[in-house]
């Protein structure tokens, strides 16, 4: 198994335009989220599914984002008509197990967009 | 909603010890995490606390205290590679599935 995938690894767009980011996760971890970091400071939760169901979705997520998992395996996330406030590094990350296990995420390596 | 508390930056010499310190305010807590980061990279696991004590995990040991809310990550004989940033992490039992909220990262630069 080779983690959780995330492509591209780095985007640069110019303000309005759409991107689209894809994340594998671990094959056999039926849960996968959505996360934004900003420089110097922590993750800050987006959504999240449990196999292709959204179960989740922060406040921070506005109109303009969508995340889909069509069939309980990779994902995807689309901004659309970008701005300057998007750019930021979009952590997906994957888990196995009921909330009782002391099983961490298992992050992928990001992408990172920079909208200009 | 929770408040997680650590700080931003901290100095520390190699083959020191050093201490980041974690409180957090939530309700329904049901467990700690602690990652590093290394800059421009993925977050890696460290360590889980769900109980008050200590876990100890060679270098690395991480403490919970439950009824002060606050936990710290100790790392011993720092290395260079140890210069990261460390990302304390609390799940709740409300939250949906297994999902962490993060405090903002406490950035340690370890110096010759």
């Known amino acids: 198994d080779t983690g959780v995938s995330q492509n591209p690894r780095h985007k640069i767009t110019k303000r309005g335009q759409n991107v689209t980011f894809r994340c594998d996760p671990i094959?056999?971890?039926?849960?996968l989220y959505w996360y934004r970091q900003t420089l110097g400071q922590g993750p800050e939760f987006l959504t999240y599914?449990?196999?292709?169901?959204?179960?989740?979705k922060s406040r921070l997520l506005s109109d303009r984002f969508s995340a889909e998992r069509p069939k309980g395996s990779f994902s995807t996330l689309e901004i659309q008509r970008t701005e300057q406030g998007d750019s930021a590094m979009y952590l997906c990350a994957s888990s196995l197990g009921d909330r009782s296990a002391g099983n961490g995420y298992t992050f992928g390596s990001g992408t990172r967009l920079t909208v200009v | 909603g929770q408040n997680i508390d650590q700080p931003t930056e901290m100095t520390a010499t190699e083959g020191a010890i050093v201490q980041i310190n974690c409180t957090y305010q939530?309700?329904?807590?049901?467990?700690l995490f602690w990652y590093q980061q290394h800059a421009g990279e993925a977050p890696t696991f460290l360590s889980y606390?769900?109980?008050?004590g200590l876990e100890e995990k060679g270098r690395f040991s991480s403490f919970l205290s439950r009824s002060k809310g606050y936990s710290y990550l100790l790392l011993k004989e720092l290395q260079m590679k140890d210069s990261a940033s460390y990302l304390c992490a609390v799940r709740t039992l409300k939250a949906a599935g297994n999902k962490l909220t993060f405090g903002g990262g406490t950035r340690v630069l370890v110096k010759p």
């Open positions: 606390n769900v109980l008050d």
């Open positions: 094959s056999e971890h039926n849960r």
């Open positions: 939530t309700s329904g807590f049901n467990g």
């Open positions: 599914f449990q196999n292709e169901a959204q179960l989740e």
